[in-house]
């Protein structure tokens, strides 16, 4: 599959291997893959990323991923669903850290690196490298590019997709600013 993926696509690829690897992870995961778009210029999913305004607001991006982190991964809809039956997230969130330390529900991603030391890619990142592929072949597109990654991360469920829309990053945003179609 990676043959047919752009300059781009794989420069995002790397730098989400780099991401992971400053950070400490021994996994590759959808937040890196995120982070690594935003590092993108003069791509199409840097072009997508500016006009919806996210690129302008990767400060609260960082800090909106960092919160889900600190839930354990769960997403505003998780929360607000659990409020809703009286649960809060952040007394747990808190009653967690103050017995086990700051960032106990944000522990590293389960996984383990390549014998190499290289980071591998958890089964969640996996699957938005196989969507950017179906996106590109619906398209009738013979390469992936980085703007079918963005389209996929905006697709999936969890935190990340969930913080990309957010920030404006909605699947029909990026749909209509680079294709002209969506909502």
């Known amino acids: 599959m990676f043959e047919r993926f752009t300059g781009n696509a794989r420069g995002v690829v790397t730098g989400a291997v780099e991401h992971a690897s400053r950070a400490g992870s021994p996994v590759v995961t959808e937040e890196h893959l995120l982070l690594a778009l935003l ?74 690196a390549w014998p190499s030391g290289r980071p591998s890619f958890t089964k969640e990142s996996k699957k938005v490298l196989e969507k950017s592929l179906r996106m590109a072949v619906a398209r009738k597109q013979k390469e992936i590019g980085d703007e079918h990654l963005l389209l996929a991360l905006t697709s999936m469920p969890g935190s990340v997709g969930e913080v990309l829309a957010e920030f404006g990053g909605t699947y029909g945003g990026v749909e209509r600013v680079l294709f002209g179609e969506g909502g």
């Open 39 to 112: 590092d993108r210029e003069g791509s199409k999913a840097a072009f997508a990323l500016t006009s919806l305004g996210v690129t302008d607001r990767r400060a609260e991006v960082t800090e909106a991923l960092a919160a889900a982190r600190r839930r354990g991964g769960m997403s505003k809809a998780d929360e607000d669903a659990l409020a809703g039956l009286g649960i809060s997230v952040e007394e747990i969130v808190a009653r967690v850290e103050e017995t086990h330390g700051p960032g106990a529900l944000a522990a590293a991603t389960p996984g383990k």
